[in-house]
């Protein structure tokens, strides 16, 4: 029962690797949840007690406590490859199915089209996790018929597959800049092929010019917009201009938030003290805000995501320094800037 319910334990946005001892003290805290349900399933403490729920007799208790020790006994037992796993760390239960990283960081893919995406974006070069993929699928299916997503910067095409997959037109902004970090020309004809490869080309219209320059000669109303340009704080402070093109209750995704030093001053130079921008969750370095009047708890929970930022530029100066078990001390575990 156990076994079935748990099969990993950590959030997709930070790696856990966990020592024996603190297996023995999570599998204990797990079976007092477990000892805390009734045949339902239900926690006890999260939802009121109806007549339909079984509580559980001394007697079932007894074999629950049971085994969960033989769990705990049996688990310094496990060779070092079945105890943790990228993303999640994995106590019981069969392996994963391979569907691209999606697996391995808890996102569902009940949804046979997200599913599809997922598999093809995850052989794209770029930085979006599968659960900040969920995030801009999410908002993307919820574009009305007809509706428009523009995005910001799109490199090899991993963020405009998910965007363009869920059904919604999309502008793809991009200058495709030559140089060793953008690629220039070659990054472009990536991209366009794995517009092809993914089967959405007809969906996204690529505008290959600075979006600074763009902006100007707009017109069209946006449904969704996906800022992930150059993280410079003074092209932010620009992009978020787009945001004008919003209606309100629009939403705009911004990646690298409260990771990226010039995005997140950006943020709170433009955002934080807004009146027409409300901040709403982050998945890793993507934060999703609304265009609507921000309350007081509003700005108190943006300011809470500073210690974040704050640990993500120590974990660069660590990277750039070559600190990197350091950096590890601090769940860092790749050598990629987090993300």
Same mark, same amino acid.
């Given at each position: 029962?156990? *076994?079935?319910?748990?099969?990993?334990?950590?959030?997709?946005?930070?790696?856990?690797?966990?020592?024996?001892?603190?297996?023995?003290?999570?599998?204990?805290?797990?079976?007092?949840?477990?000892?805390?349900?009734?045949?339902?399933?239900?926690?006890?403490?999260?939802?009121?007690?109806?007549?339909?729920?079984?509580?559980?007799?001394?007697?079932?208790?007894?074999?629950?406590?049971?085994?969960?020790?033989?769990?705990?006994?049996?688990?310094?037992?496990?060779?070092?490859?079945?105890?943790?796993?990228? /993303?999640?760390?994995?106590?019981?239960?069969?392996?994963?199915?391979?569907? *691209?990283?999606?697996?391995?960081?808890?996102?569902?893919?009940?949804?046979?089209?997200?599913?599809?995406?997922?598999?093809?974006? %995850?052989?794209?070069?770029?930085?979006?996790?599968?659960?900040?993929?969920?995030?801009?699928?999410?908002?993307?299916?919820?574009?009305?018929?007809?509706?428009?997503?523009?995005?910001?910067?799109?490199?090899? *095409?991993?963020?405009?597959?998910?965007?363009?997959?869920?059904?919604?037109?999309?502008?793809?902004?991009?200058?495709?800049?030559?140089?060793?970090?953008?690629?220039?020309?070659?990054?472009?004809?990536?991209?366009?092929?794995? +517009?092809?490869?993914?089967?959405?080309?007809?969906?996204?219209?690529?505008?290959?010019?600075?979006?600074?320059?763009?902006?100007?000669?707009?017109?069209?109303?946006?449904?969704? +917009?996906?800022?992930?340009?150059?993280?410079?704080?003074?092209?932010?402070?620009?992009?978020?201009?787009?945001?004008?093109?919003?209606?309100?209750?629009?939403?705009?995704?911004?990646?690298?938030?409260?990771?990226?030093?010039?995005?997140?001053?950006?943020?709170?130079?433009?955002?934080?003290?807004?009146?027409?921008?409300?901040?709403?969750?982050?998945? /890793?370095?993507?934060?999703?805000?609304?265009?609507?009047?921000?309350?007081?708890?509003?700005?108190?929970?943006?300011?809470?995501?500073?210690?974040?930022?704050?640990?993500?530029?120590?974990?660069?100066?660590?990277?750039?320094?070559?600190?990197?078990?350091?950096?590890?001390?601090?769940?860092?575990?790749?050598?990629? %800037?987090?993300?």
């Amino acid at each position: 029962m156990l *076994g079935n319910r748990i099969a990993y334990l950590a959030p997709s946005s930070s790696p856990v690797h966990l020592v024996p001892q603190e297996w023995k003290l999570t599998l204990w805290a797990l079976a007092c949840t477990e000892l805390c349900r009734g045949e339902t399933g239900v926690d006890s403490w999260a939802q009121p007690a109806t007549a339909s729920a079984t509580v559980l007799t001394p007697a079932t208790r007894t074999v629950r406590l049971r085994t969960v020790r033989g769990c705990i006994t049996g688990i310094k037992h496990l060779p070092a490859s079945k105890r943790t796993h990228q /993303g999640a760390t994995r106590v019981l239960g069969p392996e994963p199915p391979k569907l *691209g990283a999606v697996a391995c960081t808890g996102v569902s893919t009940d949804e046979p089209a997200f599913a599809a995406a997922l598999a093809v974006a %995850d052989g794209i070069g770029g930085w979006l996790t599968p659960a900040q993929a969920r995030l801009l699928w999410d908002q993307a299916v919820a574009v009305p018929a007809g509706g428009l997503i523009v995005e910001i910067g799109s490199h090899q *095409g991993r963020s405009t597959v998910i965007l363009a997959a869920a059904g919604a037109r999309v502008v793809a902004i991009d200058p495709f800049v030559d140089g060793a970090m953008f690629g220039g020309a070659a990054t472009r004809d990536v991209f366009l092929a794995n +517009l092809v490869r993914a089967g959405v080309s007809d969906r996204v219209e690529l505008r290959e010019i600075r979006s600074g320059l763009l902006r100007p000669c707009w017109t069209s109303p946006i449904d969704f +917009l996906y800022i992930d340009g150059k993280h410079d704080y003074w092209t932010v402070s620009d992009d978020l201009r787009w945001t004008g093109f919003l209606p309100s209750g629009g939403r705009v995704a911004i990646h690298d938030a409260f990771s990226s030093i010039g995005v997140t001053l950006a943020l709170l130079r433009h955002v934080l003290f807004s009146r027409r921008l409300r901040y709403l969750r982050r998945e /890793g370095s993507l934060a999703l805000f609304s265009v609507s009047v921000p309350s007081r708890g509003d700005r108190l929970r943006m300011l809470l995501q500073l210690p974040w930022w704050v640990r993500n530029v120590w974990i660069k100066v660590l990277l750039r320094l070559r600190f990197y078990p350091v950096a590890r001390l601090f769940g860092h575990h790749d050598r990629y %800037d987090p993300y």
